[in-house]
């Protein structure tokens, strides 16, 4: 009995220092902030970028689209938003840190 209760309390030992190591932390934090992130993204994209898209183009929905009778459309849809939601990440975080990372480190390729 007091062997398995050892066992217990090691392994609970063994689990608090695993999940309190930096990594572990440092992981949890950037899920969390990714998270977040994501959904600012995509507010950007369905609330400010879609309706100009709209205005120029038409409301982009490719759900009736069909290869034979295979439905593709939701798809397609799914393809457009992932397309826009990278654009704007690429345009709006990547060029701005690389022009950043340029301007402070004279050694950034």
């Keep these: 009995m007091l062997c398995k209760l050892y066992n217990i309390l090691r392994m609970i030992r063994d689990f608090l220092n695993f999940i309190t190591k930096g990594n572990i932390i440092e992981l949890a934090i950037a899920v969390i902030i990714a998270n977040t992130f994501g959904q600012v993204i995509n507010s950007l994209v ?10 120029l183009i038409g ?21 457009f938003i992932f397309l826009t939601v990278t654009l704007f990440i690429y345009f709006l ?11 402070t ?3 950034y390729k």
């Design 46 to 55: 369905s609330d400010i970028m879609m309706p100009v898209i709209s205005l």
């Design 59 to 79: 409301e982009p929905d490719f759900s009736s689209l069909k290869i034979g009778s295979i439905l593709i459309g939701k798809f397609v849809n799914a393809l």
């Design 93 to 103: 975080v990547i060029v701005p840190l690389k022009k950043v990372n340029f301007l």
């Design 105 to 107: 480190d004279k050694t």
